[in-house]
Structure formats: structure tokens, C-alpha cells
T-cell receptor, first 114, second 118 residues
Framework: AQSVSQHNHHVILSEAASLELGCNYS??????LFWYVQYPGQHLQLLLK??????LVKGIKGFEAEFIKSKFSFNLRKPSVQWSDTAEYFC????????????FGQGTELSVKP | EAGVTQFPSHSVIEKGQTVTLRCDPI?????LYWYRRVMGKEIKFLLH????????ESGMPNNRFLAERTGGTYSTLKVQPAELEDSGVYFC????????????????FGEGSRLTVL
């Protein structure tokens, strides 16, 4: 069965610090990979996704993620975080032809101190 | 354009009672999904509708849960009778297409319905 593991449950950073959130998945076939974000009091929204092509994917708000197939990883990065990045981040995977069914990781809560 | 809307935003009921959650997807989105997050755990898939048909209901926990999608528009998720372990946040999402040519379209999520069973 597919699964997604996010390495950190809660990350606390100061503004301007660099961010890297780890995500590993287990599935041997072709996958689509996603990072979703949920800001306090808001709905889940898509940060970025990997479907095919360039493994370095750029998303909204300065986020990027790198798909490393050999490591089954899709880590999220941002060079310099802002207080407004405080949110919960979810890595998710869906397998080819699974009808869009997302398998989520446990979520990582990011707190950015001003 | 309106996003995915869910109602109610929060429901508090007693064990054994019935609750019905409603989801209105984005207009024109044939794909509608229900997910659930129990406190502190991951968001888990419950089921997937394509129009009015259940495409995948492999995530439904048991027969106390009943999902419907009348006419391929809004969807309801009924829990009857509710148990303590049903507490959590129920998310609905919709998408325009799913799994076409290997690409999974973006899922647009609602704000969730928080269910508390006492």
C-alpha cells in the first residue's frame, strides 16, 4: 500500500531562515506528487505539484520542491521564510490512474517567529 | 467563482445521534472527494464520486457512513449512529478531471466540517 512520511511534526524558525521539509513516499510505480498548505483558519490549497519533466518544481510564494526518484523523496524548500508562512504543510502522492485519490503525510506544522 | 463550500463548519453531537455533512463542489467539477482527519493524524481518503457515481469508496470506515451525490451536484455524508471515534475534520474536495493521461488535476478543498461526538 502507498504511504507518505513527513519527517518533522513541528518546525520552528525565525524569519529569513531557510526551510526544508522532508517527504518520502512508498510506491514503486509512476506517481504525481503534491505539497498542500493550510494557513490558520483557511482551506487546504495547492503549493506545487510534480507530474513529469523537470524534477525541480517551483510553486507559489517562493516555494520549490525537488523530486528525487531514487530516494522516493519530494522535499519542500524555501530560501527565506516569512512570518506569513506559518501554516501546516502536507505532502501527498497519487499513483497513476488512481482517479486523483491523494495519500497524505501526517503534516508538518511550521511556526515562523518574527 | 465560488470555491468548494461545506456545511456545517462545526457540529457537536452526542454518541448515537445522526449528522449529515454537506459539500457543494466548484460548478462543473465532476470529481468530488471526501477526506477525514482525525486529531493528530493524517488526512485520509474516504471516497470519490465521478458525477453521481461512486468511483472509489475504499476508504469508508464502516456502514455507519453513507455518502450520496444527488444529480452529480452537491454531496452529503451521513454518519448514523455517530461514535466517539468519528470525531475529526471532514474535508471535501473537487476537481475538473482526475487521472487523465497520467496527470492528476488539482484538487480544490473546502474549509472542512469539524465533527465532535461527545
Amino acid at each position: 500500500a502507498q504511504s507518505v512520511s513527513q519527517h518533522n511534526h513541528h518546525v520552528i524558525l525565525s524569519e529569513a531562515a531557510s526551510l526544508e521539509l522532508g517527504c518520502n513516499y512508498s510506491y514503486g510505480g509512476t506517481v504525481n506528487l503534491f505539497w498542500y498548505v493550510q494557513y490558520p483558519g483557511q482551506h487546504l490549497q495547492l503549493l506545487l505539484k510534480y507530474f513529469s519533466g523537470d524534477p525541480l518544481v517551483k510553486g507559489i510564494k517562493g516555494f520549490e520542491a525537488e523530486f528525487i526518484k531514487s530516494k522516493f523523496s519530494f522535499n519542500l524548500r524555501k530560501p527565506s521564510v516569512q512570518w506569513s508562512d506559518t501554516a501546516e504543510y502536507f505532502c501527498a502522492v497519487t499513483a497513476y490512474n488512481q482517479g486523483g485519490k491523494l495519500i497524505f503525510g501526517q503534516g508538518t506544522e511550521l511556526s515562523v517567529k518574527p | 467563482e465560488a470555491g468548494v463550500t461545506q456545511f456545517p463548519s462545526h457540529s457537536v453531537i452526542e454518541k448515537g445521534q445522526t449528522v449529515t455533512l454537506r459539500c457543494d463542489p466548484i460548478s462543473g467539477h465532476d470529481n468530488l472527494y471526501w477526506y477525514r482527519r482525525v486529531m493528530g493524524k493524517e488526512i485520509k481518503f474516504l471516497l470519490h464520486f465521478v458525477k453521481e457515481s461512486k468511483q472509489d469508496e475504499s476508504g469508508m470506515p464502516n456502514n455507519r457512513f453513507l455518502a450520496e451525490r444527488t444529480g452529480g451536484t452537491y454531496s452529503t455524508l451521513k454518519v448514523q449512529p455517530a461514535e466517539l471515534e468519528d470525531s475529526g475534520v471532514y474535508f471535501c474536495a473537487s476537481s475538473l478531471f482526475a487521472g487523465v493521461a497520467g496527470d492528476t488535476g488539482e484538487l480544490f478543498f473546502g474549509e472542512g466540517s469539524r465533527l465532535t461526538v461527545l
